[in-house]
């Protein structure tokens, strides 16, 4: 999910070993996603190529499927799209259950909610959203979302997600209002406590997050876990990411297949490709998200010592899709914030 950088590229690639692909596959999936040398791998094998462009949101991915028409053939959305695009009709279902590829998902990332029979998707990374500090510039506690909703060490250092979809959700974990509620008197908690922090954000923005906290430009700012790991691990940079009591949000990144899609034998192969546990592994390394997949964790780079950022210690309340009333209450608070 929700990791995500700016970024749109054709790469040429090609498909799955065990299908003898040919041809082309047009993906559609949060930059930066897959590993490039599964990509290089996945494109020896047969003679398919991969044209891969990137979306930076949830809106923007339902948004091109509900154009029609969007000639892709795979694309990654988080678990509450995935539901929304099969209610809405957007979707192939191609009988994921059937594929090899189910057959290596943890258990407790089967038969989930948003498709409760695996007809129209399969997992391909999770994660949680929360807020990261630099410890150069605060070096106060964060076991609570009171420090960022209600600073007062923070007040004007804070960067805030643009996302309604993450902020109002977030919000309504610290203050214990049910996700999606459509309860407008609970719903005002929740607009009244982001209103009042908006004199102390700094910004609101998901580009060059990394650049912006590490440097120090914001004390505090909303990130990902595995954005956060790959930050501190590889770039040295000065961060933290909070746990607080209260929970952070999960997400749950799947493969799905377009209504209509040109290449949908090419798109499954990819999806078995992928769910290897030998690629899964590579994947999982590369991307720093938890895998659903059943990996060998004595290949796995991630472990709870040196990523905790990926092993949560608090609730993890997974993003629902909202109902229509709820969706519209959730538009009413982001605008009021953003006036």
Not at 226 to 235: I, P, V
Request: proline share 6%; charged share 20%; hydrophobic share 40%.
């Amino acid at each position: 999910m929700n990791g995500k950088l700016i970024l749109a590229a054709g790469v040429g690639i090609a498909t799955a070993s065990m299908a003898q692909a040919e041809g082309v596959l047009n993906i559609y999936a949060w930059s930066s996603s897959i590993a490039p040398e599964l990509i290089e791998k996945f494109e020896k094998t047969t003679n398919t190529k991969i044209n891969f462009d990137s979306f930076t949101s949830n809106e923007d991915a339902l948004t091109k499927l509900q154009a029609g028409n969007s000639a892709y053939d795979l694309v990654t959305p988080s678990q509450h799209f995935v539901k929304i695009m099969i209610e809405a009709g957007l979707l192939e279902d191609f009988d994921a259950y059937s594929l090899p590829a189910f057959g290596h998902l943890k258990e407790e990332w089967t038969r989930q909610w948003w498709d409760p029979e695996n007809d129209y998707s399969i997992p391909l990374a999770y994660g949680t959203t929360s807020f990261v500090v630099n410890r150069n510039v605060y070096q106060g506690p964060i076991d609570s979302w009171k420090v960022f909703f209600e600073p007062t060490d923070l007040q004007g250092n804070i960067a805030s997600s643009n996302s309604p979809d993450e902020v109002v959700s977030l919000a309504s974990i610290y203050l214990g209002v049910p996700l999606c509620s459509e309860d407008s008197a609970e719903m005002k908690k929740v607009r009244d406590l982001l209103v009042a922090q908006k004199p102390y954000v700094k910004i609101y923005t998901t580009d060059d997050i990394g650049n912006r906290i590490s440097g120090g430009e914001v004390g505090a700012h909303n990130w990902w876990d595995g954005d956060a790991l790959r930050a501190r691990l590889q770039d040295g940079a000065p961060i933290e990411y909070a746990f607080p009591k209260e929970g952070v949000l999960g997400w749950m990144d799947s493969f799905v297949i377009p209504k209509g899609a040109a290449n949908i034998d090419n798109a499954k192969a990819f999806i078995n490709f992928m769910s290897e546990p030998d690629h899964a592994v590579i994947q999982y390394n590369y991307y720093s998200h938890a895998s659903p997949v059943q990996i060998d964790e004595a290949k796995a780079s991630y472990n709870r010592d040196n990523a905790p950022e990926l092993f949560p210690t608090v609730p993890v309340v997974f993003q629902p899709a909202c109902s229509p009333a709820g969706q519209e209450l959730v538009t009413r608070v982001w605008q009021d914030v953003m006036k």
